[in-house]
């Protein structure tokens, strides 16, 4: 008999970022284990892409455009939620932007921003799921951190890296808080990830690919499927005595001290 450990069906799930990268690939890998979702993006019509690849799964998929920086747009969103689907199982916090520039030069409306596109908006839709989850007995929250939530990368980070820190100190400080709860709340924190942003970089920079590998031990970039099986285990009863997790995805990244230097293939 096939395993119930992983399987999300009559579960419903919420996915920030659904359009491309690691937001599809989460809705993808929920919806193919059983879950219905609601993906949310502002490029709606990306957002209706992955919907449709849901629907030829089977499942149930809305695609909602709400900027997830703006809390009057996320309560809304989650009044639709409960409108359209009357619970609330699983949450993927995996949108958000930064701006990239030197520490002396960007500006504090620069930072401003990327703490409402980082922390504030996540912070605020873990705050509506946490109270339905709560009031249900149970319930996920996975919030998409980065490597720079735990070390300095440089080359402009300064606004991303301190409000990654602050997402990875939300999961620990929630999780202790909803625990008791049934509530789990855990984070990802992935290293260089390929999608069109990082590729763009690459591009504009071409010796930024062979810094970037040099610290990943497993000598390649992530790719956004790489997140598939941690979301599907995380949403899932396989996870049930897991919260406060902090979990690299990063090809040994961390592991590795920066002075360090990967064992290459001869």
Known sequence: MPSTLFDLSHKVALVSGAAQGMGRAISLALAEAGADLLLVDRNLAGAQCTADEVAALGRRAIADPTDISDPTQVRALFARLDREFGRLDFLANVAGES?????ETISLEEVEQVWRNLVLGRFCACQEAGRRMLAAGGGSILNIGSIASLTALGRGHIAYSMAMGAVVQMTRELSTEWS????????ILPAQVMNPGLAQRIAESPPLEQQFLSGIPAGRFGHPDDIRGLAVLLASDASRWITGAIIPMDGGNLAMNAGGSPRRPQ
């Open 180 to 187: 008791s709860g049934g509530v789990r709340v855990n984070a």
């Open 99 to 103: 701006i990239m520039a030197a520490p």
